[in-house]
């Protein structure tokens, strides 16, 4: 047997029971819907609903997300043969780890990280 | 076919095999969905005693108020029933995608946790979680990155001010604080030599200084923080900064569909809790009792020291369900620049070096 499947029923699970929920709220509820039910909430100001503009710190945000994680998925490989790889691992580990501190410390230093 | 013959098969390998994954499969939902209830209970009868008030107590089975447990049956049955409210111009797909991404996520995490030490039942080897990995640590990683989906599928999708701000602090925060989750959890690898969740937990053993937060006592307030984070559970639960945000991401979400995002998020902090036991904490290890004694004090039955280990376990998962409770009643909201200051600033840097020192101190050990 695959080791996997039993993952794979336990998505099919999950996923159903969200769907359950989702059909439940659908068709259970009281139905009918009015032109005020479904505006947006907006403190009753009159609703303009607005999702194009966003601050670009958020994207700043995901991309240095993705460089530092990726470095850590990198520390993992080093990590689980840290004994194979014995201080050679180590002396290597240390280099890459001092390049990604001084890519750190320029984006500290270029204010990448300040919320105003 | 006589019963002798039926009673063969089901000692075939394949047989045995299929069963004990129903079993584990059939555990795990049922304990990760008894949570929720039992949770949304304590989190309102645990501050109304912190704040001298009753709380939910009326809620009960005819004569027997029970402290009010039923009252999360109650709230779900009240919420089915409400009207579900689309709001205009959402995007249909995504609308409806977020509370299910919010549901499954949570339990696929569940599958990976290790809940028992190795059965041997009919000269068959069967590992107590639903699937046994030797790269257990990268599943969980990978699977909890999919949580951020949940947020920004709700906020994006709703066409409002409110949940879409919500939604964007929500994503940025968990994204910042996988970071620093990820790099807790490298030492704890350096130590035990291995990605597999069960092979770390027999090298724990028994006796708490030799445990994961005795090992690498920083590694665990980095997990124990990001923890907090990656569950938007108080200090750092902006997403839904009530004063602020109104409800956050969730604002546009009504009915069995708020149910849904509610159920997530408490089958994930349980989970979390589960994953910081497993780590940290010696998992399904009993204090002072190593397993081997553990089976010969039961009489030999080994299935009867694997429910030991899975009550140890909940028990001790238990505690951190209740120190999110605890927290978020003792300590004020952060700031959103102190908090993704504390993340980017603070806690990377720290990982770092605490992944360069446990390195170089298990090499010291080590290698000679």
Redesign the interface.
């Known amino acids: 047997m695959n080791p996997y499947l039993p993952v794979l029923i336990v998505l099919v699970l999950g996923v159903g029971l969200g769907c359950i929920l989702s059909a439940l709220a659908h068709f259970i509820g009281p139905r009918p819907l009015t032109k005020v039910n479904t505006d947006p909430f907006e403190c009753g100001v009159p609703a303009t609903g607005e999702r194009d503009k966003m601050s670009v710190k958020f994207y700043l945000t995901g991309i240095l997300f993705i460089l530092f994680d990726i470095e850590t998925v990198f520390l993992y490989l080093w990590a689980s043969a840290f004994k194979q790889l014995g201080w050679f691992g180590i002396s290597e580990i240390i280099v890459f780890l001092v390049i990604l501190f001084a890519g750190y410390i320029y984006v500290v230093k270029r204010g990448a990280l300040e919320w105003d | 076919m006589g019963l002798d013959e039926l009673l063969a098969l089901l000692k075939t390998d394949?047989a045995i095999?299929?069963i004990a994954?129903v079993i584990?499969?059939l555990v795990?939902?049922v304990v990760c969905l008894q949570v929720p209830p039992v949770m949304v209970w304590i989190e309102r009868r645990a501050p109304a005693m912190m704040q001298r008030r009753k709380g939910p107590n009326r809620v009960g089975i005819f004569q027997w108020r029970l402290y009010g447990l039923i009252q999360s049956l109650a709230d779900t049955v009240k919420l089915?029933?409400?009207?579900?409210?689309?709001?205009?111009?959402a995007n249909k797909v995504a609308y409806?995608l977020a509370?299910?991404?919010?549901?499954?996520?949570a339990?696929?995490i569940?599958?990976a946790i290790p809940f028992g030490n190795d059965l041997v039942i009919f000269g068959q080897k069967i590992g107590l979680s639903?699937?046994?990995?030797d790269v257990g640590?990268?599943f969980i990683l990978a699977i909890s990155s999919l949580a951020v989906y949940t947020v920004t599928l709700a906020g994006?999708s709703?066409?409002?001010?409110?949940?879409?701000l919500g939604s964007?602090r929500a994503?940025?925060q968990m994204?910042?604080y996988?970071?620093p989750l990820?790099?807790s959890l490298?030492?704890i690898?350096?130590i035990f030599?291995?990605?597999d969740l069960n092979q770390i937990v027999v090298s724990q053993g028994a006796y708490p200084w030799a445990w994961g937060v005795v090992r690498a006592p920083v590694s665990f307030l980095l997990f124990l923080i990001c923890m907090f984070a990656e569950t938007n559970r108080a200090p750092f639960d902006l997403a839904e900064g009530e004063s602020e945000l109104?409800a956050g991401f969730h604002?546009?979400y009504?009915?069995?569909?708020f149910?849904?995002f509610f159920?997530g998020e408490y089958v994930s902090m349980f989970v979390l809790s589960c994953l910081a036991s497993t780590i940290f904490f010696g998992g399904w290890q009993a204090p002072f009792i190593p397993y081997d004694t553990l089976v010969k004090l039961v009489g030999g039955y080994n299935w009867i020291a694997a429910i030991i280990g899975f009550t140890v376990l909940i028990l001790k998962a238990s505690f951190f369900m209740w120190v999110y409770v605890w927290v978020r009643w003792t300590l004020p909201r952060f700031r959103?620049?102190q908090l993704?200051?504390l993340g980017?600033?603070f806690m990377?840097?720290v990982g770092?070096v605490n992944?360069?020192v446990t390195?170089?101190v298990?090499?010291a050990l080590?290698?000679h």
């Open positions: 394949t095999e299929i994954a584990k499969i795990v939902l089915v029933f409400k009207q579900e409210v689309v709001p205009r111009g409806h509370p299910i991404f919010g549901v499954f996520t339990l696929l569940a599958c639903v699937v046994r990995l640590f990268l994006w709703s066409n409002s001010k409110y949940a879409l964007l994503s940025a994204i910042s996988e970071i990820g790099m490298v030492p690898v350096v030599g291995t990605l109104v604002t546009e009504n009915s069995a569909k149910a849904a159920l959103y620049d993704m200051g980017w600033k990377l840097p770092l992944l360069l390195a170089l298990m090499a080590e290698f």
